[in-house]
C-alpha cells in the first residue's frame, strides 16, 4: 500500500511538473492579452491619454502619453522644465531631447522606431506582433519577487530581442528587459510593472512603472490620470518643422 501510494504521489507530482513545462510562448502570450481585457475589448479601444508623476535620481517630473491606437503614441516629459517629446506613428518616429543636446526635432533612428513602434498599440506587441514579423519564443522560467515568472522572448525582424516576464498566477506583465538605440547611444533598460488596475474602458494596465538605466540611475513613475476613448487629433503625432 505504501508502495502504491508513493507511486501515486510521483504521478501526480509529474503531472503538474508536465504542465508547467507544457506552457507555451503562445499559451503564456494568450492569457496576457487575456488578463489585461481580451482581443475583443482591446480592439475597441480608440484612444489612451494618462499622465503620471516621475521621480529621476530625486527630479521631480510630469509625463503626459497619448495613444490613437494604431496610429500613433507621443509622450511628453517635462523635468524642471526641460520638456522631451517621442512619438512614433504607423509610417516613423521622431523626437527632441534638450537634456541630451538636441533642441530641434529629429527623425528617429530606424533601430529605435523599429524597437518601439509597438507602442502605439493598446496592449503592446503582444496583441500585433506576430502580423508585424515578431516572434516569440518560451525561453523559461525566472525568479521575480518570490515568483517563478514566465520568459519570453521577443525577436524583431531585424534580430533585434527583447524579454518580457509574466506573473504565473495573474499572467501579467511583471518585468521587460531590452537594450535600445537613443541618438546614437545603446541602453540597457530593466522595466519593472506593478500595481494594476481597471481603466473606465475595462482594461488592465500597471500604475506604477520603475526603469533601471544601465544599472547607473532609476526613474520611478506612478500614473495620476487616465482617459480613455477620447477624441485625439492625428496631427499631433507630425513632427513639428
Known sequence: MKTKRILTLSLVSLFFMASTFAQSADDVIGNYVKAIGGQKLLSKITSLYMESTMDVQGMEGMTRTTILNGK?????????????STCYTDKGGWSINPMAGISSPEPMPESQYESGKFQIFIGGPFVKGASEGYQFEMTGRESVGGKSAYVIKMTLPDGTASTYLFDPDTYYMIRSTMEIDAQGQVMELEVNYSDYRK?????????????????????????QKVEMNKDVDPAIFAMPE
Request: aromatic share 6%.
Open 72 to 84: 500613433g503614441m507621443l509622450q511628453e516629459t517635462d523635468i524642471m522644465g526641460s520638456v522631451s
Open 199 to 223: 481603466t473606465e474602458a475595462g482594461h488592465m494596465m500597471p500604475f506604477s512603472v520603475d526603469i533601471n538605466v544601465n544599472d547607473q540611475f532609476t526613474l520611478n513613475t506612478v500614473v
